[in-house]
């Protein structure tokens, strides 16, 4: 089955530590992207990658990085720097860079809680 | 003011209501309009997808985009309590690779 898998569902992290947020696809996909969501906030895009060995921050990327070490990869890594890292974490990916085709699909979550 | 406006509701409607759901836009390069359908606790689902105005229609669902007023709207026929979930828009300037700008979500409750 083609799709986007995140691991682990559920993560909880004791203050001061990093952490590390799987996502692989197997769609084939040139972009993929992080998304932080919260209630009431809706999606903000925290960094997304349009080809390997290459990202950029989105609107929210303070204490968090990646890599893009293979196209199939994406993990995210949240980093002791960030100050309320308590939130549900969606990544993304979308059809080949240079395209018309936009439509992103979203893998299930990670739902990360600082204990 | 924040790029894409959604009412957050919540929205309750009884089983085989006509549901509306919109979003307006202030940024007027947009040119692709998405649907996503949020059941708690799950990743979005794509619901439905346009380029630049005009209608689309799946089944239940229709999409209208209209550019010139920078709203688009999701209309659901025949409400069904599966139906109930959270549904965001979203947009981007268009080519591949492209990021997408959410609206904050409508959460819907079709009641029987």
């Known amino acids: 089955d083609g799709g986007i898998t995140q691991s682990p569902k559920y993560l909880f992290r004791k203050e001061g530590q990093n952490v590390t947020l799987s996502c692989e696809q197997n769609?084939?996909?040139?972009?993929m992207y992080w998304y932080r969501q919260d209630p009431g906030q809706g999606l903000r895009l925290i960094y997304y990658?349009?080809?390997?060995?290459?990202?950029q921050k989105g609107d929210i990327a303070e204490g968090y990085s990646v890599s893009r070490e293979k196209k199939e990869s994406f993990p995210l890594t949240v980093t002791s720097a960030q100050k309320n890292p308590t939130a549900f974490y969606l990544c993304?990916?979308?059809?080949?860079?240079?395209?018309?085709?936009?439509?992103?699909?979203f893998g299930q979550g990670t739902r990360l809680t600082v204990v | 003011q924040k790029e894409v406006e959604q009412d957050p509701g919540p929205l309750s409607v009884p089983e085989g209501a006509i549901v509306s759901l919109n979003c307006t836009y202030s940024?007027?390069?947009?040119?692709?309009f998405m649907w996503y359908r949020q059941y708690s606790r799950k990743g979005p689902e794509l619901l439905m997808y346009?380029?630049?105005?005009g209608n689309k229609e799946d089944g239940r669902f229709t999409a209208q985009v209209d550019k010139s007023s920078k709203y688009i709207s999701l209309f659901i026929r025949d409400s069904q309590p599966s139906d109930s979930a959270t549904y965001l828009c979203?947009?981007?300037f268009g080519g591949g690779g492209n990021k997408l700008t959410f609206g904050t979500g409508t959460q819907l409750k079709v009641e029987l």
């Open positions: 993304a990916s979308s059809p080949v860079a240079g395209t018309a085709n936009t439509e992103a699909f």
């Open positions: 769609l084939n996909h040139d972009a």
């Open positions: 990658s349009q080809i390997v060995n290459d990202f």
């Open positions: 940024n007027s390069a947009f040119q692709y």
């Open positions: 346009t380029y630049s105005s």
């Open positions: 979203a947009m981007t």
